[in-house]
Structure formats: structure tokens, C-alpha cells
């Protein structure tokens, strides 16, 4: 695969030199921005996929719910409905996408919309709903909205400053892009990541001249729509494991490092399950002797197979900051959102 990727080189030259002349013609006014009269939080990554955008939204969420009245406006990937879209009761995945439904089904204080228009999409928005605040779900590079503050997302283990432009990296484009962001989060962290190491990735970063905060994914009790199950008792318990995400590997090692028994079944993210998939799924689980058992997946999974699959668990996740960085964030996005408010 490295070498398929090192012969796809000047493939990536070319689509540098693409995204570069894009970006400067946005940088210039050549191509048109718009911008908002409300504050419009743009959370997204350099790189494709994996780096915990839902995460950090409902974190974002969390912080300003209580004091703003907040949208979230998403593309709405894979979804099967074209257009803006405001989510309400009667939509299911397939209609408006995983993550989008997975906001709105958590937090009941907040609109959610989907539209692969941002500009249409928030300007919508602030018409039908009056929001005081938007945030941009994973739309870091779509520069026809100017956002009023950029959240930069990078994993722990591996830094956009190591990774090279698509087909040949994973970047969607050049690392100059990181100019444009606000904050810099360092995403996936181990939870006893050392001074000396934070200090190390803070010497890759510098150059940008953003502020780094670094996080981890905390999980919560095992839930179902019905149950729910502490985390130290799924050692008692046979696990039939379902993930359609981008990166499964951090779950991966939670529930080994838990000493949980589990089979794995992976699928590809953003993954709309079919109906062979789902009686597999059940077959694998009904084959399982043991009298505990349950199949257990995703929050963003959850979403798209409650309605399908019996005996249905899922893991929450969330994004914690380490040390002391918790109260810096907040504090420059709170005041960032009172100095905007129009």
C-alpha cells in the first residue's frame, strides 16, 4: 500500500498545487467568502477522517447549550436527501446522516440541520431558527463560509505535520492550511501523555503560531435504549463488536485493555448496513452459548442500527482535556462568542 501510495507522488504534487491556487484565490477575494452576523464555529481537520470531530462538537455543545441559543449545521454524509434539512422526530440516518442525528437525538436544547451548502445552510438557519451561535461540522475547508473562529483537529498519533497531501498522505490539503485556524487541539491523547511529549508535539506546532490543547476520549456506561451496563462488568459478558467508523483502533484498545471479550466486526465509516449485513450480524450473536451477551458498537453506529438489531448496546464517548486546559478553551471560545454576538 506505501509503495501504490509513494508511485501516486506527482498526483499529490498536482493536487497541491490545485488546493494551493484555491485557497489563495479565497485568501484574496477572487473566490467569495461569507460571512455571518452571529458568531460561526468551524470544528474540522487537515487530514480525512478519524480525528474526533463528533466528539469535540458535543463537547462545544455542552459548553454553550445553556447560555446560546445553538445550531449545528452539518453536511449530512451518505445521507439519501439532498438539500437543507432541519432534523426533527421522524428522521432516521439514511435521511440526514449519522452524526447529525446523533446531536440531535442527545441534546434537545439545540436545532440541527443538514445541507451541503454551508452558505445556504446557515443563512436558512438564521432565518427559520434565529440561532446566536452555528457550529460548522467538519467544514474546514470549505471556504465559501468565513468562519469567526477555527477549531483545528490533529491526532496524537498522527500529526498533520507528518502526514503528506492525498493520494499519496491523507491530507486534504497543504499544511499552510493550519494558518487558518484559531486553537490547534491535539485529538486521542493517552491520558497519562508526559510533559516532555506534549512539549514535543508543541515544537511541530509552533510554527503556526496557534494555541495546542491536547485531549483523550473518556468512555461512559454501556447503554442501550432500555439498560444499562457499568464497564468493568462487560468481563462478564461475550461482546459482538460492530464499529463503521474511521478509526476503531482507540476502542480497540480500551475494551482490551478492559479484558472484555469481543469479535470484531468492522465496516467501513459512515457504513449503511444492509439487510444480508444485519442477519450476519445476528447470526454471529445468536451463535454466542454464553447467557450474557450483547452487541455492542458506536454511539454513531447506534443511530443508524437500533431499529434494526436486537440486544443493541453502545459506548459513549467524550472529549476531556488534560490537566489544566479545560478552562483555557472554554474561556476563548466563551469570550469569543460574547465579543461577537451581534
Given at each position: 500500500?506505501k509503495?501504490?501510495?509513494?508511485l501516486?507522488?506527482?498526483?499529490?504534487?498536482?493536487y497541491?498545487?490545485?488546493?494551493?491556487?484555491?485557497?489563495?484565490?479565497?485568501?484574496?477575494?477572487?473566490?467569495?467568502?461569507t460571512?455571518?452576523?452571529?458568531?460561526?464555529?468551524?470544528?474540522?481537520?487537515?487530514?480525512?477522517g478519524?480525528?474526533?470531530?463528533?466528539?469535540?462538537?458535543?463537547?462545544?455543545?455542552?459548553l454553550l447549550?445553556?447560555?446560546?441559543?445553538?445550531?449545528?449545521?452539518?453536511?449530512?454524509?451518505k445521507?439519501?436527501?439532498?438539500?437543507?434539512?432541519?432534523?426533527?422526530?421522524?428522521?432516521?440516518?439514511?435521511?440526514?446522516?449519522?452524526?447529525?442525528?446523533?446531536?440531535?437525538?442527545?441534546?434537545?436544547?439545540?436545532?440541527?440541520?443538514?445541507?451541503?451548502?454551508?452558505?445556504?445552510?446557515?443563512?436558512?438557519?438564521?432565518?427559520?431558527?434565529?440561532?446566536?451561535?452555528?457550529?460548522?461540522?467538519?467544514?474546514?475547508?470549505?471556504r465559501?463560509?468565513?468562519?469567526?473562529?477555527y477549531?483545528?483537529?490533529?491526532?496524537?498519533?498522527?500529526?498533520?505535520?507528518?502526514?503528506?497531501?492525498?493520494?499519496?498522505?491523507?491530507?486534504?490539503?497543504?499544511?499552510?492550511?493550519a494558518?487558518?485556524?484559531?486553537?490547534?487541539?491535539?485529538?486521542?491523547?493517552?491520558?497519562d501523555?508526559?510533559?516532555?511529549?506534549?512539549?514535543?508535539?508543541?515544537?511541530?506546532?509552533?510554527?503556526?503560531?496557534?494555541?495546542?490543547?491536547?485531549?483523550?476520549?473518556?468512555?461512559?456506561?454501556?447503554?442501550?435504549?432500555?439498560?444499562?451496563?457499568?464497564?468493568?462488568?462487560?468481563?462478564?459478558?461475550?461482546?459482538?463488536?460492530?464499529?463503521?467508523?474511521?478509526?476503531?483502533?482507540?476502542?480497540?484498545?480500551?475494551?482490551?485493555?478492559?479484558?472484555?471479550?469481543?469479535?470484531?466486526?468492522?465496516?467501513?465509516?459512515?457504513?449503511?448496513?444492509?439487510?444480508?449485513?444485519?442477519?450476519?450480524?445476528?447470526?454471529?450473536?445468536?451463535?454466542?452459548?454464553?447467557?450474557?451477551?450483547?452487541?455492542?458498537?458506536?454511539?454513531?453506529?447506534?443511530?443508524?442500527l437500533?431499529?434494526?438489531?436486537?440486544?443493541l448496546?453502545?459506548?459513549?464517548?467524550?472529549?476531556?482535556f488534560?490537566?489544566?486546559?479545560?478552562?483555557?478553551?472554554?474561556?476563548?471560545?466563551?469570550?469569543?462568542?460574547?465579543?461577537?454576538?451581534?
Amino acid at each position: 500500500m506505501k509503495f501504490v501510495r509513494f508511485l501516486l507522488f506527482p498526483f499529490a504534487i498536482m493536487y497541491d498545487v490545485v488546493t494551493t491556487i484555491r485557497n489563495l484565490f479565497f485568501d484574496v477575494g477572487i473566490f467569495k467568502q461569507t460571512s455571518f452576523k452571529i458568531p460561526v464555529v468551524v470544528v474540522g481537520n487537515l487530514s480525512v477522517g478519524g480525528t474526533g470531530k463528533t466528539p469535540q462538537i458535543e463537547y462545544l455543545i455542552r459548553l454553550l447549550q445553556d447560555q446560546f441559543k445553538v445550531a449545528v449545521l452539518s453536511r449530512g454524509y451518505k445521507r439519501e436527501t439532498t438539500g437543507f434539512v432541519l432534523l426533527n422526530d421522524t428522521h432516521i440516518a439514511l435521511d440526514v446522516g449519522d452524526e447529525p442525528l446523533q446531536y440531535f437525538k442527545k441534546f434537545k436544547k439545540i436545532d440541527v440541520a443538514v445541507d451541503a451548502n454551508r452558505v445556504e445552510g446557515i443563512q436558512k438557519l438564521i432565518n427559520d431558527k434565529s440561532p446566536e451561535l452555528v457550529l460548522l461540522d467538519d467544514a474546514y475547508q470549505h471556504r465559501k463560509v468565513k468562519g469567526s473562529f477555527y477549531v483545528l483537529l490533529t491526532k496524537f498519533d498522527d500529526l498533520f505535520t507528518d502526514d503528506f497531501l492525498l493520494p499519496t498522505g491523507n491530507l486534504r490539503e497543504s499544511r499552510g492550511g493550519a494558518k487558518r485556524a484559531n486553537v490547534i487541539v491535539v485529538t486521542k491523547c493517552p491520558e497519562d501523555l508526559s510533559h516532555q511529549k506534549q512539549e514535543t508535539i508543541q515544537r511541530k506546532l509552533e510554527k503556526y503560531q496557534k494555541e495546542v490543547f491536547f485531549t483523550t476520549i473518556t468512555y461512559g456506561a454501556i447503554l442501550s435504549s432500555k439498560d444499562v451496563i457499568p464497564i468493568d462488568d462487560l468481563k462478564e459478558y461475550t461482546i459482538v463488536l460492530i464499529t463503521g467508523i474511521a478509526n476503531p483502533k482507540p476502542l480497540l484498545g480500551f475494551l482490551s485493555d478492559k479484558k472484555i471479550n469481543y469479535k470484531h466486526l468492522q465496516f467501513a465509516d459512515h457504513h449503511n448496513f444492509s439487510s444480508i449485513e444485519i442477519e450476519n450480524i445476528q447470526q454471529e450473536f445468536d451463535a454466542i452459548s454464553s447467557a450474557k451477551k450483547i452487541i455492542l458498537t458506536t454511539e454513531k453506529d447506534f443511530v443508524r442500527l437500533e431499529k434494526s438489531i436486537e440486544n443493541l448496546f453502545y459506548i459513549p464517548i467524550e472529549t476531556s482535556f488534560l490537566e489544566n486546559q479545560k478552562d483555557r478553551f472554554d474561556e476563548m471560545v466563551m469570550s469569543h462568542i460574547q465579543q461577537n454576538q451581534s
